[in-house]
């Protein structure tokens, strides 16, 4: 049972300013260099879940919610975390490859129309 002041754990991984600059346009976002481990102290309870300060802003967590955003353990935190960036990295994937069925279609449709 989860009780107020109770810590809780969440795994994330950022670049520290997130993107390369040309000037005043961003080139990419920079990989991820390195995963931290944040401690959340939960704020209230409900019936329903609960409540964790995350940096000033209140987070509620369902009590049986599958996904969460915070864990009681560390490892449930970091399974999640990689759980997360797979699922980021299938969506990616897919995108990925209708992107390029697509251009292959317009380049198909491109030929086609210059020999005419």
Request: aromatic fraction near 16%; proline fraction near 1%.
């Amino acid at each position: 049972m989860i009780v107020v002041g109770q810590k809780l754990f969440r795994y994330d991984g950022y670049a520290d300013d997130g993107y390369e600059w040309d000037g005043e346009f961003p080139l990419r976002r920079r990989a991820e260099k390195e995963i931290s481990c944040y401690e959340l102290r939960v704020t209230r309870t409900t019936v329903c879940g609960y409540f964790v300060d995350f940096f000033g802003i209140e987070k509620f967590i369902h009590r049986f919610w599958h996904k969460k955003f915070a864990y009681e353990t560390k490892e449930q935190a970091i399974d999640a975390y990689l759980r997360r960036k797979r699922c980021q990295i299938m969506y990616l994937e897919h995108s990925l490859k209708r992107a390029r069925e697509a251009l292959d279609v317009g380049a198909t449709q491109a030929m086609s129309l210059a020999c005419n």
